[in-house]
């Protein structure tokens, strides 16, 4: 018999002598033969899927264009209407995209139905909740970021704290702080919850709000007593509020914490909206009248500088 290869010969091996283990030789020659057959083997080529459009016209859109998709392209500019803070019309949207109503509505119906838009009793819409927070992160960040020069110009100009704050929903946190190098000096911590009755700028955004919001603000939060100088009379705080609205100055003159000042001013958005607030914060032996005037005068400039890039 002829062997053509190391399998015949293990076969012919295994058929004579089926009881006995196979020869350890030919397992090295079958090990050896099937190497060079898979060395000399030709490589199959990998075979990749062309889309129609490239077959049939060679100028087609290439890349992410081709497999763009329209509808779910509107539906987010739909969304991107939106700022988390005022709620629009289907008018009102229908202006910024340039798009019919007839069309628009169908494309709000569906957001709706799938709880990214809320429709009010007034037929107007707003983000959901699962939406909304990333929306104010996304602009309080903006206002941060815009706000970092004009903090450190106060910082510079004082040598005293600087502070940003900034509203989300119906509370409101401190969003960013620069530190003086005194040894006694006023903090702040980026995420805290400032009180809306007794922190200056917790009143700078609070007095700017509708009655609604700020009632229901003040009820989050309630009017406790920090100090002896905090207001917890609802009237005469809103009175302050008036007052505030007025001259664009807010103020805490030991009402949070004592022995401590803090001046504020409202950063005034498009349409006078108020959402944030900037701050400069000393203790009471730093200040005099002298003093408080240059504060307020330069926290204004800085805030209506702030809201100019914004």
Not at 30 to 40: F, P, Y
Not at 67 to 86: H, K, M, P, T, W
Not at 156 to 165: D, G, K, M, P, R
Request: net charge neutral; glycine share 4%.
């Amino acid at each position: 018999m002829a062997y053509n290869g190391a399998e015949e010969v293990l076969e012919e091996e295994m058929i004579r002598r089926p009881s006995r283990p196979v020869n350890p030789e030919l397992r090295v020659r079958m090990k050896k033969s099937n190497a060079v057959a898979t060395s000399s083997a030709p490589k199959t080529a990998v075979r990749r899927r062309l889309p129609k459009w490239a077959l049939e016209n060679a100028e087609a859109p290439s890349g992410d264009e081709a497999y763009y998709l329209r509808s779910i392209g509107r539906a987010l500019e739909v969304l991107n209407c939106f700022d988390g803070q005022i709620p629009l019309s289907l008018k009102e949207i229908s202006s910024q995209m340039r798009l019919p109503e007839s069309s628009l509505f169908r494309v709000l119906r569906t957001l709706e139905h799938h709880e990214y838009l809320q429709q009010h009793r007034d037929g107007t819409y707003q983000l959901a909740p699962k939406l909304i927070f990333g929306w104010l992160v996304r602009a309080a960040e903006h206002v941060r970021e815009t706000a970092r020069p004009e903090m450190e110009k106060l910082v510079n100009a004082f040598n005293e704290t600087a502070s940003l704050a900034y509203l989300f929903d119906d509370r409101i946190h401190v969003l960013d702080c620069m530190e003086t190098f005194h040894e006694i000096r006023m903090t702040n911590k980026i995420g805290r919850v400032l009180p809306p009755h007794c922190s200056a700028m917790g009143k700078a955004i609070t007095a700017f709000q509708d009655r609604l919001l700020a009632d229901r603000m003040l009820e989050v939060y309630g009017l406790t007593a920090r100090t002896e100088h905090t207001i917890t009379d609802r009237k005469k705080l809103f009175a302050e509020f008036e007052a505030i609205r007025k001259s664009n100055i807010a103020w805490d003159r030991e009402e949070s914490i004592r022995g401590g000042i803090c001046f504020s001013a409202p950063i005034k958005m498009e349409g006078d909206r108020v959402v944030a607030a900037i701050s400069l914060s000393t203790p009471s032996i730093r200040m005099d009248a002298k003093h408080e005037k240059e504060i307020q005068a330069a926290l204004l400039e800085s805030a209506i500088a702030i809201a100019k890039k914004l």
